[in-house]
C-alpha cells in the first residue's frame, strides 16, 4: 500500500514562511508577557480522561482525541464500554492542565502565580478555513489573586502584546456572569434554566433580539419572562458601556449585586486610562462564554474589521479547588494565535529586523581545497551574524536564484571552478 503524504485530515504543514512569522509572533509574546511578570511552564498534551470530561470544558468534551489503554491494562475481550478501552486524551485546552498542574505544585509557587502557557491543543471538530483539529493555545493566567488586578494586568499585557504586533481598532468586550445571572433572575427565570437561556443570548449578535425571543419561546419560556428579559437589552442599545451600568443599577434594584458593577467600573476605568495599544473597552451585556467554568468577569477581543474575535477569557474561581481541596481564585486570558497568525500572513505582513540572507552558488566540480576556502568564507560571515546559505549551483541559475529570492535571499556570491567565468 502507498504511503500516503498530505497529513491527517484537520492537521496541516507549515511551511518556512509561515514557521518565520510563526517564530516571531512567539518571540513578541513572550517577551512582552514578561514585562508584565510572566513566567513560562508547560504541561503534558496528554491527561488523565477523568480531568478532560470534569464538565468544566463545556462542548470542548464531545470533542476529546481519547488514547486507547497500553500493554496489559488494555483487554479487548472483556471491553464492555468505551472507559474499558481509554484511560487518557489528548487536551483540548491549556487551562485543565493548568489548573492540574497549580494542584500539583502549588507549595512551590508563588502568590500570586502568573504563567504564560503555549502549546498545540487537539479537538476532533470538523475542519474548515482557519480551524484545525491541533493548534496552538497562547494562555496568561493569575492564580491566587481575588482582585480585579488580575482582569486588569491580563487585559494590559494582551492588548499590549496585540499592539506591538501591528493591530489597532479592536475592542475588548467585557461583562460579568453575575451581571448576566442577576438579568435572568429580575425576569423570573429559574436558577437551572440559566444555561440555556445564556446559550440563546450568546447568538444575539447572529439571530437579534427577535432571533432570541423566538428561540426562547420555543424553547417553553413564558413570554412575560422573556419580554421582561428583552426589555433590559433593549434598554441597553440606547444606554451603552458604562451607562449600560448605570441602567441596569436602576432597573434591577437589589438584583443587581453592587460588587458586580463596581468590579466592571473599575476594570473599564483602570484599562482606559493606562492601555499601551489603540483599542477600546466596553461593556457587552450579551457576552456569554461557553465554558461553565468562568464565574465572574468574562471577556472577548472583538476584531470588526477581520469579521470575528480572536481571543477572550475570563475568571474560574471554583475550577482550582475541585482538584485542591480548597478554593484559589484564577483568572485567565487566551490569545487566538492561529487566527492572528491568518490574519497577519493575509496581509502580508513582513517580519521586521530580519538580516540580509545571501546565498552562495558553488559550481559542480570545484576543488577540494576552493571549497573549503569558500565554506570558511561563509563561516566568518555567520560569526558576524549574516544569514548565508551554501548551494550548488544549478544549470537554470536564473529560476534557482528566483526560487531563492522567494524565500527571503537577497545577495548572491558565485562561485566557479575556473575564476575567470
Known amino acids: ?51 478532560l470530561n470534569s464538565k468544566q470544558g463545556g462542548d470542548n468534551e464531545k470533542l476529546i482525541f481519547k488514547i486507547m489503554k497500553r500493554g496489559e491494562k488494555l483487554r479487548l475481550a472483556e471491553a464492555k464500554e468505551e472507559n474499558d ?10 487551562t485543565v492542565p493548568l489548573v492540574r498542574f497549580y494542584a500539583n505544585h502549588a507549595n512551590e509557587l508563588p502568590s500570586p502565580f502568573k504563567a504564560l502557557q503555549m502549546g498545540y491543543v487537539w479537538r476532533a471538530d470538523r475542519p474548515q478555513k482557519g480551524r484545525y483539529r491541533q493548534f496552538m493555545q497562547c494562555d496568561i493566567d493569575i492564580l491566587g489573586e481575588p482582585s480585579n488586578l488580575a482582569e486588569i494586568e491580563l487585559i494590559l499585557a494582551t492588548t499590549s502584546t496585540l499592539g506591538k504586533l501591528g493591530f489597532k481598532g479592536f475592542q475588548i468586550r467585557i461583562n460579568d456572569r453575575r451581571i448576566l ?61 458604562i451607562e449600560g451600568l448605570k441602567f441596569l443599577a436602576e432597573t434591577l434594584g437589589d438584583f443587581l449585586e453592587a460588587d458586580a458593577k463596581l468590579n466592571l ?22 457576552l456569554v462564554r461557553g465554558m461553565s467554568y468562568y464565574t465572574g468577569t468574562i471577556f472577548e477581543i472583538a476584531m470588526p474589521q477581520y469579521g470575528g474575535s480572536c481571543g477572550g477569557g475570563g475568571r474560574y ?22 487566527r492572528i497568525i491568518m490574519i497577519m500572513m493575509d496581509e502580508g505582513f513582513k517580519v521586521p529586523g530580519v538580516a540580509d540572507k545571501t546565498a552562495y552558488l558553488i559550481e559542480k566540480g570545484i576543488s577540494g581545497q576552493m571549497l ?3 565554506l570558511g568564507q561563509a563561516q566568518e560571515a555567520r560569526k558576524n551574524g549574516e544569514q548565508i546559505l551554501v548551494v550548488r549551483m544549478n544549470k537554470n541559475k536564473k529560476f534557482q536564484k528566483q526560487a531563492l529570492e522567494e524565500q527571503g535571499y537577497n545577495n548572491f556570491k558565485e562561485f566557479y571552478k575556473n575564476p575567470l567565468n
Not at 495599544?277 to 457587552?284: L, M, N
Request: glycine content about 8%.
Open 265 to 286: 467600573e473599575e476594570i473599564i476605568s483602570s484599562v482606559d486610562a493606562n492601555k499601551a495599544a489603540e483599542f477600546e473597552i466596553v461593556f457587552d451585556p450579551t
Open 181 to 241: 445571572k442577576d438579568m435572568a433572575a429580575y425576569a423570573g427565570f429559574s436558577e437551572e434554566s440559566y444555561d440555556s437561556v445564556f446559550i440563546t443570548v450568546d447568538k444575539m449578535d447572529k439571530i437579534g433580539l427577535e432571533g432570541v425571543e423566538a428561540e426562547l419561546i420555543e424553547n417553553g419560556y413564558s413570554k412575560e419572562s422573556v419580554d421582561k428579559y428583552l426589555g433590559l437589552f433593549k434598554g441597553l442599545e440606547v444606554n451603552k458601556g
Open 317 to 338: 474561581d471554583k475550577m482550582v479547588g475541585k482538584f485542591l481541596g480548597q478554593e484559589t481564585p484564577a483568572c485567565g486570558f487566551s490569545i487566538g494565535f492561529e
Open 1 to 51: 500500500m502507498a504511503l500516503i503524504k498530505k497529513p491527517v485530515t484537520g492537521m496541516k504543514d507549515v511551511l518556512p514562511a509561515e514557521m518565520q512569522l510563526r517564530d516571531y509572533v512567539i518571540g513578541v509574546i513572550k517577551e512582552t508577557y514578561a514585562r508584565y511578570g510572566f513566567t513560562s511552564i508547560d504541561t503534558p498534551c496528554v491527561e488523565s480522561l477523568a480531568n
Open 85 to 94: 478501552l481509554t484511560d487518557s486524551g489528548l487536551r483540548y485546552d491549556l
Open 372 to 374: 573549503s576556502d569558500i
